[in-house]
């Protein structure tokens, strides 16, 4: 399953201040969806007119009800009773019991019941995808694909829990040392030198809107394999897909007869996240979110010595010369977020370039994401509206030009035109900001140098693609005076990351890995042990007492 690095955003931890429609009073609501007919479906899932966002065992929750809107029309569709500090009290008391149980669990058997949760979330990936695209506004295929990645990194991390240890190594106990002529120690066969892997206990995992489910779903599976529970909080915007999908992984747990606090949920705002932040029970902390938001996430668990996996901003770049065919094939879209923000061109062909992009993105299909026939969906919230307006306006104060689109679309829901926007020095601020909004920038560059650098010249680094045929200069793409991103592509575009390999990036993108390779080892804590099995006791530096 190929999976598409993302912006990432604010709402994962902090509700907006603004008027937004997730804070509307009640009394004042239209007709929620979820008792219209043609959404009777999300009853298939267990969610109904009021639901609980808290989940350690049981449901409940005591905080702020509050109404999630479907960005294709801003209609409500239901109502979510959020966490209070109470609630979220309670919850990690329940989740810390339940490590107790989790943790005596060999990891296979641990792996068994992961698989267990990607077969359950197959049976549900149709309407739960819906609901993705219901509630955050992505198209249905995506919707739908972003369950299947929740489902393959559970296939992945079954595998995993069979394969998780550390080397034994050699100990020099066991060697004849001779320095400076004299005998410090005599070989002493009987010590093993090994490394021991232990669970690093209670996970929190904090999640933007923009992945509702899929950045969830690499954290657990994978914390889950190696021996944590999880507190789950996502973004107060994407509840009902929080409230959701812990239902799923629930009743999972129930039928095998293992403590629900093992997966347990606190929907909830700011006040939550940094309870989260602060709390020295939570082992580790995973937060997805804004670089700004991210910092001061950071402090707060370094505050205390905490451990903390951050996937934070970024503005991915492409940089291409030699093809140009790829504009044809690929969506610059990925849903309301551009998949990339900057495009560099070679100044002989940027006019070509920009000449037909236009032309392709004015074949983009726009309408309800839920509809198979359409490519572009709306944004999440209306703030989201007015930060694209307020972007467009920037760059054009910065001097650039908008060639394409730039407007907000006069239709029902948050629809604005993807933009394309030329002219800008490459080191224009609005270029460098991530504004999560299908605007793209288009740079005309002279040289290999030149272009290197400013990819590497935007502060956050998450990923980059360079189109080209020299083998030269690919290799220089991707050595250590190339591309300083923690996803860097050749020939494809920044969307080519697949769940085997580690997923993250680099500098104000937080440095954090999720997912493939050797990332299960931040949801780890690793012991150096030295076992003396022989008969005798030496010491240090080959001292012996007589």
Known sequence: MWRLPRALCVHAAKTSKLPGPWSRPAAFMSTLLINQPQ????????????????YNGSWGGRGEVITTYCPAN????ARVRQASVADYEDTVKKAREAWKVWADIPAPKRGEIVRQIGDALREKIQVLGSLVSLE???ILVEGVGEVQEYVDICDYAVGLSRMIGGPILPSERSCYIVQA???LLDSRPGHALIEQWNPVGLVGIITAFNFPVAVYGW????????GNV???KGAPTTSLISVAVTKIIAKVLEDNKLPGAICSLTCGGADIGTAMAKDERVNLLSFTGSTQVGKQVALMVQERFGRSLLELGGNNAIIGKAVLSFLFSVHIFYNRHPEYMELFVHESIHDEVVNRLKKAYAQIRVGNPWDSNILYGPLHTKQAVSMFLGAVEEAKKEGGTVVYGGKVMDRPGNYVEPTIVTGLGHDASIAHTETFAPILYVFKFKNEEEVFAWNNEVKQGLSSSIFTKDLGRIFRWLGPKGSDCGIVNVNIPTSGAEIG???GGEKHTGGGRESGSDAWKQYMRRSTCTINYSKDLPLAQGIKFQ
């Open 74 to 77: 801003n209609e409500p569709i």
């Open 181 to 183: 002529g004299l005998h």
């Open 39 to 54: 959404y009777a479906w999300l009853k298939e899932l267990g969610l109904r007119e009021e639901n609980e966002g808290v």
């Open 501 to 503: 390999g580690a997923f």
């Open 136 to 138: 955050m506004g992505k």
């Open 219 to 226: 954290n657990n599976a994978i914390a889950l394999v190696c």
């Open 230 to 232: 999880c507190l789950w």
